[in-house]
């Protein structure tokens, strides 16, 4: 996004005539008019950005809660175009090791695979697959020189009768291996046309240069890679939170090729959080998304001091009591539209994050002027959000809870910091989220199919081509609570839920 002049917006003169009310409105007190369209819903660009260098298929993240973002999600969101920003509620390694799990997830040549060598013992070699933890059974053997001799894999381990044995003795000889120029589409006929899970690649001496694991190789062909969120190297975009002056924590992403981090608070428009920005900005070359804010001289602030994306926010999330706990905060349509304005002036992309209950909420938001919107409690439930399902009342259900949350700040350091207690002992926590649970919704492409083809459908009805133009055409109508009663199903009994409508009980 270039920094831009001001233009005059069909919603601007509704924005203007609430904010001389002094009043602010959120999701629910408005809906978007319908207006001339030669658009069809599945003809639409979903294209955005998350921050100024870090794109997305479809405009949603997920949010970096512990109940809802870790590497399978991470992984999840940007298969299918979006984005997960990692929750640090743990320790900086293992962080990283998630982000690591996300970057590598299509990475079909391995560069620097694990080899044992010839005279290693089957006890040494199983020794070291468990301290690792090695999820896999297959490695090249090479000879003192680096050199390719074979290569042993499960069946090997399985039929080994005396783990004193040498790799160099149970080991198969007879190895397919490719030259250093082979393509993955190569890589992969050969390993059909031979049936090896595993394909060494070697340069002239024999030397190992990397391996193609058929696993990896064939999810990679098998779908269809236009659709995901990938960088220049070809590696799905991942991102992840950060405290406030938290650089080993950053240094350790980035090792991992982070592609973005998240200084993520509850209130970023502070001292801390701005100096934490500056320092990143003038030391690392990396998008940084402050957040929180819900005030448009909050944006001006944090975009001087460099941000490449601002998170906006305060409250509106479904486990949020920050509102009733601090007595601060905007309606969140309203913050949208105030930050946005002020930062399209910087150039500087808005994520709307917190209080999306419906599909119909994310063109909501994004008509107000957001680029991207996160979401928390519309995808907790779903197998890809961390933790296990629970039984209860006949039902499947998975925990959602506040980052601000007693059990979330009890358990870990990042949530004390979030939330600006990380010296307050256990019984002094001030609580501003709560803990709960959310219907087990199954598979994250089903969920987030419903959600992408609602915000398809709103932009068809507002006759906008892409995101720009939804921002640009968007134009609201506020609804009395009649009207909101008229919007959902009424005067009946609902025999049967469609996957995108329930209401939570
Ligand atoms: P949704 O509505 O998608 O909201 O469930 C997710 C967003 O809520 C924020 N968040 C919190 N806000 N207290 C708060 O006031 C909390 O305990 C809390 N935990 C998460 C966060 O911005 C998230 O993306």
New binding site residues.
């Given amino acids: 996004m270039p920094k831009n002049k001001k233009k005059e917006l069909p919603k601007d003169k509704f924005f203007k005539k609430v904010e001389e009310m002094k009043m602010a409105l959120t999701f629910d007190d408005v809906r978007l008019k319908s207006g001339y369209s030669e658009i069809m819903p599945d003809q639409v660009d979903l294209n955005s950005k998350f921050s100024k260098n870090i794109p997305l298929k479809i405009p949603l993240v997920s949010?970096?809660?512990d109940t809802?973002t870790e590497h399978q999600m991470g992984i999840g969101m940007a298969l299918l175009g979006g984005l997960g920003v990692i929750h640090k509620n743990m320790a900086p390694e293992e962080q990283a090791s998630k982000v690591a799990k996300v970057k590598y997830y299509l990475n079909g040549f391995i560069d620097k695979p694990i080899c044992v060598r010839q005279n290693q013992t089957v006890a040494e070699i199983l020794r070291m697959k468990e301290e690792k933890e090695f999820s896999f059974n297959t490695f090249p053997v090479v000879d003192g020189n680096n050199r390719l001799v074979g290569i042993i894999s499960r069946n090997d381990f399985d039929f080994c009768q005396e783990n004193s044995v040498q790799a160099k003795e149970i080991m198969s000889k007879s190895v397919i291996s490719a030259p250093k120029e082979t393509g993955l589409k190569k890589a992969y006929q050969i390993m059909i046309d031979s049936k090896k899970k595993v394909l060494p690649i070697i340069d002239k001496d024999r030397k190992i240069v990397g391996i193609y694991v058929f696993r990896d190789v064939s999810r990679i062909m098998m779908k269809n890679p236009a659709g995901y969120n990938t960088d220049k190297s070809g590696q799905l975009i991942a991102a992840a939170a950060i405290g406030v002056n938290d650089f080993e924590r950053l240094e350790m992403l980035i090792e991992k090729k982070v592609n973005a981090v998240v200084i993520?608070t509850?209130h970023a428009d502070t001292k801390s959080v701005i100096e934490t920005l500056k320092e990143i900005k003038k030391n690392y070359k990396i998008d940084v998304i402050a957040?929180?804010v819900s005030e448009a001289t909050s944006v001006k602030r944090l975009a001087k001091a460099g941000a490449d994306g601002i998170?906006v926010?305060?409250?509106?999330?479904?486990?949020?009591?920050?509102?009733i706990?601090a007595g601060i905060?905007s309606p969140q349509l309203s913050a949208v539209y105030k930050c946005s304005k002020e930062a399209f002036k910087h150039g500087i992309p808005i994520c709307a994050?917190?209080?999306?209950?419906f599909s119909g909420d994310i063109p909501i938001a994004i008509g107000a002027g957001a680029s991207s919107v996160?979401?928390?409690?519309?995808?907790?439930g779903t197998k890809e959000a961390p933790g296990d399902v629970i039984f209860r009342d006949g039902r499947q259900w998975k925990i959602?809870?506040?980052?601000?949350?007693i059990g979330?700040m009890e358990e870990h350091k990042g949530?004390r910091e979030?939330?600006l207690q990380s010296s307050s002992a256990k019984k002094e926590l001030v609580?501003?989220?709560?803990e709960g649970l959310k219907p087990y919704k199954g598979e994250l492409n089903k969920v987030m199919f419903q959600y992408i083809n609602g915000l398809r459908r709103g932009m068809g009805y507002v006759g906008a081509g892409n995101i720009e133009e939804l921002r640009d055409k968007a134009d609201f109508i506020r609804i009395s609570g009649a009207g909101k009663d008229e919007s959902h199903p009424h005067n009946v009994i609902i025999t049967r839920e469609p996957p995108n409508y329930s209401i939570d009980r």
């Fill in positions: 949010a970096a809660m809802v993520d509850a957040g929180n998170k926010g305060q409250g509106p999330g479904s486990i949020c009591t920050t509102r706990v905060g994050d917190g209080g999306i209950k996160m979401m928390g409690g519309m995808l907790s959602y809870r506040g980052m601000g949350s979330a949530s979030r939330y609580a501003e989220g709560v």
